[in-house]
C-alpha cells in the first residue's frame, strides 16, 4: 500500500520560511489526491492545502498566499513551501493521499484520505 514520509519540519523564527517535503511510495495509481494537514494537541486535524492529479489545488483561507503545494512526479515527492510563517502555523504536519480526485472543498476534509505519513512538526515562535 502507498506509504508516506514527511521531512522538512524545525523550529524556525515567525516570519521565516519552511519547506517540508513528504516521498510518497508504492504508488500507482493514476487518479489521486494529495494534501498537507496540520494539528495541534488537542485539536482536530486541520487540511491546509491539497492537490488532484489533474492540478486542482486548494488552500485553507489561513494559509493563502503564504503557502504553496506542488508534486514532482519524476520523484514521487509532495511539496509544502510555506513563508511569512506565523505562530499559528505551529504544529504537526501530516502528508496525506486519496486514490481519487475530488473538489477543492473536499481536498481539506480528512474524512477522504486513506493513506497518512508520521507527521513532522513545525515550531514557529
Known amino acids: 500500500h502507498v506509504q508516506l514520509v514527511e521531512s522538512g519540519g524545525g523550529s524556525v523564527q515567525a516570519g521565516g520560511s519552511l519547506a517540508l517535503s513528504c516521498a510518497v511510495s508504492?504508488?500507482?495509481?493514476?487518479?489521486?489526491?494529495l494534501a498537507w494537514f496540520r494539528q495541534d494537541p488537542g485539536k482536530e486535524r486541520e487540511g491546509v492545502a491539497g492537490?488532484?492529479?489533474?492540478?486542482?489545488?486548494a488552500y485553507a483561507a489561513s494559509v493563502k498566499d503564504r503557502f504553496t503545494i506542488s508534486y514532482d512526479k519524476t520523484k514521487n515527492i509532495l511539496y509544502l513551501s510555506i513563508s511569512s510563517l506565523q505562530p499559528s502555523d505551529t504544529g504537526m504536519y501530516y502528508c496525506?493521499?486519496?486514490?481519487?480526485?475530488?473538489?477543492?472543498?473536499?481536498?481539506?476534509?480528512?474524512?477522504?484520505?486513506?493513506?497518512w505519513g508520521q507527521g513532522t512538526q513545525v515550531t514557529v515562535s
Open positions: 496525506a493521499y486519496a486514490s481519487l480526485t475530488m473538489s477543492p472543498r473536499s481536498q481539506l476534509v480528512s474524512y477522504w484520505y486513506t493513506y
Open positions: 508504492d504508488h500507482s495509481f493514476t487518479t489521486y489526491c
Open positions: 492537490l488532484t492529479s489533474d492540478g486542482r489545488t
